[in-house]
C-alpha cells in the first residue's frame, strides 16, 4: 500500500473557547491554506453566540482550523471535506485532538461530496453556517473554482442554512445574491476578504 508523503508541519492553537490553546498542526505546502489569525478572529467575532448548537460546515476543509475553532466556540457539530489524502491524516489527527465526538469527516473533491454532506447536515434538522474557502491557484485546472463554488451555494436551502461566509481573493467581486441567500457584510483583510451571505428577508 502506498504510503502519503510526509509534510513539514506548522502548530498553531485554537484561539478561543473551551478548546482554546489547544495545539493544532497545519501543513506547510501549497495545497492547503490556513486561514489568518486575524481573519478567523474576525470571522468567529462576528458569529459570537449565534453559533451556539448550530451546525458548521467546512467545505475545503485543509487542516480543519475553523471548524474546529467553531466546535470550541460551542457549535453543535462539524463537518469536514478534504480532498488532498496526505492533509486529510493531519485533519483526522487535529480532530482527534480536539473533539471526535462532534466531528464527521469526509475524504474526496469537495464539488462531488458536498450533495452527500449538504443532505446529512439536513437531516439533523439543525440549521447550519457553511464556509467555504476555495484553494485558489493551487489546483491544476482550477481557473473556474469561485463559479463552481458559487453553483454549490446556489444548491443551499434557506430553511437548512443560517449563513454562508466565503473567503475570497479581495480582487474578487461576488455577486450580491447567490440563490436563495443575499449578501449581508464583506470584510477585507489585505489580498483576502471574508463575505457573508444569509437567507434573504421576505
Excluded at 485558489?136 to 461566509?165: A, W
Amino acid at each position: 500500500m502506498k504510503r502519503s508523503p510526509k509534510l513539514n508541519l506548522y502548530t498553531t492553537s485554537i484561539i478561543g473557547g473551551v478548546y482554546r490553546g489547544r495545539k493544532i498542526d497545519i501543513p506547510a505546502i501549497d495545497t492547503t491554506r490556513s486561514s489568518k489569525a486575524i481573519l478567523k478572529e474576525s470571522l468567529f467575532d462576528t458569529l459570537q453566540f449565534d453559533l451556539i448548537d448550530k451546525n458548521f460546515v467546512e467545505v475545503f476543509a485543509g487542516s480543519g482550523s475553523v471548524g474546529l475553532e467553531a466546535l470550541s466556540r460551542g457549535a453543535g457539530a462539524c463537518w469536514f471535506i478534504e480532498y488532498y489524502k496526505a492533509t486529510y491524516e493531519i485533519l483526522l489527527n487535529n480532530i482527534k485532538r480536539i473533539d471526535p465526538s462532534r466531528s464527521h469527516h469526509f475524504l474526496g473533491d469537495s464539488f462531488e461530496k458536498f450533495a452527500l454532506v449538504y443532505e446529512l447536515v439536513k437531516k439533523s434538522g439543525v440549521k447550519s453556517y457553511f464556509y467555504f474557502d476555495p484553494p485558489f491557484s493551487t489546483r491544476e485546472g482550477m481557473n473556474d473554482i469561485y463559479d463552481k463554488t458559487i453553483s454549490l451555494i446556489e444548491s443551499i436551502e434557506p430553511n437548512s442554512c443560517e449563513k454562508v461566509i466565503i473567503e475570497h481573493m479581495s480582487m474578487l467581486e461576488l455577486p450580491r445574491h447567490i440563490g436563495a441567500l443575499e449578501q449581508i457584510k464583506c470584510k477585507k483583510f489585505g489580498k483576502s476578504s471574508l463575505s457573508y451571505f444569509a437567507p434573504k428577508e421576505n
